[in-house]
């Protein structure tokens, strides 16, 4: 990387359906993001230790480690506590994801503009509007 060079930023993202892969990672680059992802909760757990990425979005129902699993054990290691983590799912857990240590929780359907808003703030790349108004944007289109 060239020293004028933004650092690239990766969102790791652990999720089972295939067509919610698709929509997340077709919104994320369009932000400008890098985007991987595990098949399940151990390995995104292993690669989050290897590639420390900017952020991890994790689905609760993600097969050998749940997603609030995976968040507490990347809370507990000194090594990946930093690294935010928003919870992205059908289930109504957001007292739960808190509970986890998550920085956000999003419930199922994505709605880009709550989504994007949600992960640009994890990050540190506040939005100029706040995701209220940008979802009643999208939602006014």
């Not at 990766?10 to 089972?16: F, H, K, N, P, S």
């Not at 990050?123 to 999208?138: C, D, K």
């Amino acid at each position: 990387m060239q020293p004028d060079e933004p650092e690239r930023r990766v969102v790791l993202i652990a999720e089972r359906d295939q067509n919610v892969r698709a929509l997340q990672r077709y919104v994320l680059e369009r932000a400008g993001l890098a985007v991987d992802f595990a098949d399940d909760g151990q390995a995104a757990l292993e690669r989050a230790r290897s590639t420390m990425p900017t952020l991890v979005i994790a689905e609760i129902l993600i097969p050998k480690l749940d997603g609030l699993t995976l968040c507490r054990r990347l809370r507990e290691d000194a090594a990946t506590a930093h690294i935010p983590v928003v919870v992205f799912s059908i289930l109504a857990a957001g007292a739960r994801a808190a509970d986890a240590g998550a920085h956000a929780f999003l419930r199922k359907p994505l709605i880009e503009s709550t989504f994007i808003a949600a992960v640009l703030d994890a990050i540190g790349s506040r939005p100029a509007v706040s995701p209220a108004a940008q979802e009643q944007q999208w939602l006014s289109r």
